[in-house]
């Protein structure tokens, strides 16, 4: 029986979310598997990758072929050079705490730079909103001032006026008395 791990769909009309299954690969895509790995949203940014690595590690090291995608993301989270390590401890080349150490600080460079780049989307997108933020006061001022100006010349249109037509009373008055 050929085992694979790959991807199942769910999820609305595009805005799919996958879950990280071990399956038959005569199994349909989105039917029968064996066991539920993890889940992957590709619509967050970066893409939200959560799956047991552990279980993963197992099934990759019992032969189980991993889907393309699945390959990209088990490498990513360093699966894949676990099993590197693994294979070289089992061929005798490495003891295994060597290849405890090279992982635990592989692991700790690549969290620190997912953490990095996570950082720099979210200062990224404050700047973006404050900007946003300051160009819609600067219309907003300028609107503002826009009607303030209309409303003294409204006024000073309507004094002169005010004025005159007090004025031509006042003549009337008089020619009247």
């Known amino acids: 029986m050929a085992v694979k791990i790959r991807l199942a769909r769910r999820g609305r009309k595009k805005a799919a979310q996958f879950d990280i299954v071990v399956a038959d690969a005569r199994a349909p895509r989105d039917g029968r598997f064996i066991e539920k790995l993890g889940t992957y949203d590709p619509n967050t940014n970066p893409a939200s990758i959560n799956f047991d690595a ?12 991993p889907t393309d995608t699945v ?20 061929k005798g080349a490495i ?11 592989w692991k700790e460079q690549k969290d ?3 953490e990095g ?3 720099t989307l979210g200062t990224a997108k404050e700047e973006a909103r404050k900007a946003q933020l300051a160009a819609e006061t600067k219309v907003n001022e300028a609107r ?15 004094t002169p006026a005010a004025a005159e037509g007090e004025a031509t009373e006042a003549t009337t008055e008089e020619a009247a008395s």
């Open 54 to 65: 552990d279980k993963a590690f197992d099934w990759i090291m019992k032969g189980a072929q």
């Open 71 to 90: 390959r990209a993301m088990l490498s990513y989270r360093g699966v894949l050079y676990r099993k590197h390590l693994q294979l070289g401890v089992i």
């Open 95 to 105: 003891a295994q705490d060597v290849a405890d150490e090279r992982f635990a600080s």
């Open 112 to 114: 620190a730079k997912i």
């Open 117 to 119: 780049k996570r950082t």
């Open 144 to 158: 503002a001032e826009a009607i303030r100006q209309k409303q003294a010349a409204a006024v000073a249109a309507a």
